[in-house]
């Protein structure tokens, strides 16, 4: 074996030690990294148990009079899971919500019977059903309402800039079709993904969004904490 080949076989050897040497050190990132979310996961549990059973003090009373319109988002998949569901609204009135929003984006859940957004009145809990079909119709029909007065501006001759449609015109129509609809104050996500899923994006102007992770995982205390932590927040509105 000549002197070049040594070489060659040399950095073959070192090339194969530093690939080894980035392979240990990303595994142990990853090993780092999931110990860390496990154990913030960890202490989450912990602390949800606690609120629940009444041991931390501060979560034992809620403003609940600030949180006027709650609205809960909840994944397709887990949307079947009914009895899951149904806790969660007691846990809800349980607490003094009055007001509920359950939204899934194919209305899984809906009433069979209800066409549009339903009202049910029990004990003085209000819920309301909403999917994403319904903020599709909502656009569809707003959108028809603006193309008319569009196509009568057109036809008046005015100047272009009375044909361009601004955020205040889109709400007023919005308003023509009765699809407006109330403005939760909070909206909290029970899915993988952090995103209203469709939730109709114009009545989020002022709304808080939280995600709560998958729905077969949640837990009364992290509920509970989550309106904690938004009734004790500030809240100043811009016009």
């Known amino acids: 074996m000549n002197f070049k080949e040594e070489v060659q076989l040399l950095h073959g050897c070192i090339g194969q030690v530093g690939n080894l040497v980035v392979k240990l050190l990303w595994h142990l990132q990853h090993v780092m990294v999931s110990l860390w979310y496990f154990g913030i996961g960890m202490a989450d549990s ?3 148990y606690c ?3 009444g ?3 501060r979560y034992k ?3 609940i009079g600030r949180l006027r319109y709650l609205a809960i988002v909840v994944e397709s998949e887990d949307a079947h899971q009914t009895a899951k569901i149904i806790e969660l609204l007691e846990w809800l009135a349980a607490v003094g919500v009055k007001q509920v929003c359950l ?3 194919e209305g ?3 009433l069979e019977s209800h066409e ?3 009202l049910l009145d029990q004990k003085n809990f209000t819920l309301e059903f909403a999917s ?3 903020g599709k119709e909502a656009v569809v029909k707003a959108a028809n309402v603006l193309f008319m007065k569009y196509f009568k501006l057109s036809a008046s001759c005015r100047n272009q800039e009375d044909q361009i449609f601004t955020e205040a015109q889109m709400t007023e129509a919005l308003k023509a079709v009765g699809c407006i609809g109330l403005e939760p104050d909070l909206l909290l996500v029970y899915g993988p993904v952090r995103c209203h899923l469709g939730f109709p994006p114009w009545r989020l102007r002022y709304t808080e969004i939280i995600h709560m992770g998958p729905l077969k995982f949640m837990r009364y205390g992290s509920l509970r904490k989550a309106i904690y932590k938004f009734t004790m927040v500030r809240q100043n509105y811009g016009k």
């Open 103 to 105: 939204y899934d984006t």
């Open 46 to 48: 912990l602390e949800s």
């Open 51 to 53: 609120i629940s059973k």
């Open 108 to 110: 899984k859940n809906f």
């Open 61 to 63: 009373s809620l403003h």
């Open 116 to 118: 549009n957004d339903i």
């Open 55 to 57: 041991l931390l003090r």
């Open 132 to 134: 994403f079909s319904d």
